[in-house]
């Protein structure tokens, strides 16, 4: 019956419509795979050898667009571990991390002043996971910056800009300097009070340029201070333009590896003697697919493993400080982490350094005669303005710079050493423009400043609202081993009963170290008659009151000075774990 229904209707057998439905899935995949079939994926997964003759696999690297950046194989020797560390794949990785992270919190972040940093808040607070895609989205951002550096540093050390390289050098560089400026313009976006300030200070260098600073300083800004042009600006440099020339940067970057030199050969293997079996395993293909393709699969699991892993342990959080205020410029501002070595060469000042080695040869010989050259030299212009565009240009002519043949390093000392010598100045630069170095702040006001940073939670902050016991605690006096020995409460009542603490060890840590610190000041003979306190007092019901109040001498003119610092701190404020 059934067949005599089927032959009316003209269907066709079980076996043959099941083909056609097979072979129409197969041909959809081999589309969307630009070439490999259902068992040639099957294949790929289980590590076997091709299924089809010519190899299929081949043909994804030919026809498909992303592919097509990727040579077919690598040479052994190349894909050694200990050669290229994966940093420039891992670079890569970090930015599509960005990529992926960016365009979910474009849906929620509004780029404007009045709601931008709302809109912050708004993605920690209300979002799914927002808090999280943020924490990932500045982790990788640093990373990013991290991993750049690396790459360029093996690269440099490994002499692989030599050569048929060179070009590809100079994109790298220019890759490293779209990755800074992508994390500088991202750095305001916030609009946090130490964005704000970073940036302002960052973009008033351009001011000291001749004749066309202050338009150029105008441009970058969208207004003599950063308002919402700045912002505009800053979010559409940050989500458009730059990504677009990464990827254009990162496609051709790509492009010269894979389909003009590939990645360099170590200089073991291309400039010592080896032997035959070992010239064979050196040249023995690594194919992409599978091969490489399954470990840069297990790296990008690794690598987002690691990332989660940071941030489950609160190894990285994203900090969020009260709303930009362009009328109060807090203490300690300072540029990202890794522009502060630009913001140590602006503490440089090269007309005094000349004034200081000259001057007193003028006076050895008794002439009259000073060398005034701070009206001429401008520090904040040629440090600047001028150092820094110098240096990434000779980082750019390094390959036209060192015209040794060899890779080797043993034959390389003086390159070596040249830049070992500059990652030593990069990091003592970077430590000269961290906020501390080279700029006096009065002793009072820089002890007060490290136990509650205007920006920031510090010690003072993270003393639990229990530990708060009213009274005036004098620096000097001997309250024995802890401030409050009745005391007793439990941190987490709801969650673990059995955690009492007793005292108060976190108020009892900060009244010692701004003792010490105070005493250690006054023996310098900074803070000559000093007579201090904290002040802890209820304020209102669950706010407390905690002043620190110092009064000392002024040791240059004998006036009596006092110096304090109020913080109101809620029973339910949220801290830092």
């Known amino acids: 019956m059934l067949n005599v229904l ?38 790929v997964m289980r590590g076997d050898p091709p299924t089809e003759k010519p190899n299929p696999r081949y043909k994804v690297i030919t026809t498909s667009f992303i592919a097509h950046l990727r040579p077919r194989y690598y040479p052994q020797a190349a894909t050694w571990f200990t050669h290229t560390y994966r940093l420039g794949f891992f670079t890569t990785f970090l930015f599509i991390v960005e990529v992926i992270t960016g365009v979910i919190l474009m849906v929620y972040y509004i780029p404007f002043p009045d709601q931008a940093y709302e ?71 916030p609009w946090d009070q130490l964005a704000y300030w970073a940036v302002t200070v960052g973009t008033s260098i351009t001011e000291s340029g ?70 064979k395993e050196d040249n023995r293909r690594i194919d992409l ?34 709303h930009a205020n362009p009328q109060q410029t807090p203490l300690d501002t300072k540029a990202p982490w890794y522009f502060w070595w630009l913001q140590g060469l602006l503490k440089i000042d090269p007309a005094a350094i000349i004034e200081n080695l000259v001057n007193p040869v003028f006076e050895t010989f008794g002439l009259g005669f000073r060398l005034e050259l701070s009206k001429l030299l401008n520090s ?66 820089r002890i007060i400043q490290d136990l509650a940073p205007e920006e920031g939670e510090g010690a003072l902050r993270a003393i639990p609202y229990e530990e708060l016991q009213q009274g005036i605690y004098v620096v000097g006096e001997d309250y024995g081993p802890d401030l409050c020995p009745t005391l007793a409460y439990q941190p987490d009542p709801e969650g673990d009963v059995n955690n009492v603490v007793v005292g108060c060890p976190n108020l009892t840590a900060v009244f010692r170290e701004f003792s010490e610190k105070l005493f250690a000041a006054e023996a310098d003979g900074l803070l000559p008659d000093l007579n201090a306190s904290l002040i802890v007092e209820q304020f209102q019901f669950n706010l407390a009151r905690v002043t620190p109040h110092v009064e000392w001498t002024d040791p240059e003119t004998g006036d009596a000075k006092t110096y304090e610092h109020t913080y109101f701190l809620h029973q339910d404020r949220p801290r830092e774990e």
């Not at 338009?215 to 308002?227: E, K, Q, T, V």
């Not at 699991?301 to 969020?320: C, T």
């Open 6 to 43: 089927r032959r009316r209707l003209n269907i066709p057998p079980r076996d043959q419509w099941r083909a056609t439905i097979a072979k129409i899935i197969d041909d959809r995949v081999r589309i969307i795979t630009a070439g490999l079939s259902i068992r040639e994926l099957r294949a």
């Open 380 to 445: 904040k212009f040629i440090m600047g303005l001028i150092v820094p565009p110098a240096l990434v240009l000779t980082l750019m002519a390094i390959p036209y710079i060192d015209r040794n043949p060899s890779r080797l390093a043993r034959k390389r000392p003086f390159a070596i050493m040249w830049g070992v010598a500059w990652v030593f100045i990069v990091i003592a630069l970077s430590f000269m423009g961290t906020p501390q170095f080279g700029i006096e702040t009065p002793p009072a006001t």
């Open 289 to 322: 697919i599978p091969d490489l393709l399954s470990h840069e699969v297990f790296l990008v699991s690794l690598g987002i493993f690691i990332m989660l892993a940071i941030l489950f342990f609160r190894g990285f959080a994203s900090p969020l400080e009260t």
């Open 119 to 189: 809109s912050i808040k708004a993605i920690e607070s209300n979002v799914f996971f927002g808090e999280l895609l943020r924490d990932l989205h500045r982790l990788g951002a640093e990373g990013m910056v991290i991993f750049s550096w690396l790459h360029l540093l093996r690269t440099y050390f490994t002499g692989s800009y030599k050569g048929p390289r060179t070009f590809t050098w100079l994109t790298g560089v220019i890759l490293l300097l779209i990755t800074a400026w992508l994390s500088f313009t991202g750095y305001l976006l």
């Open 210 to 279: 001749p004749v066309v600073g202050p338009a150029l300083n105008l441009l970058m800004r969208g207004a003599p201070d950063i308002g919402t042009g700045g912002l505009l600006r800053f979010y559409l440099q940050h989500v458009i333009l730059f990504p677009l020339l990464a990827i254009l940067f990162i496609s051709i970057h790509y492009y010269k590896v894979s389909r003009e030199h590939s990645i360099s050969l170590p200089a073991l293997v291309e400039e010592t003697q080896r032997t035959p079996d070992q010239k």
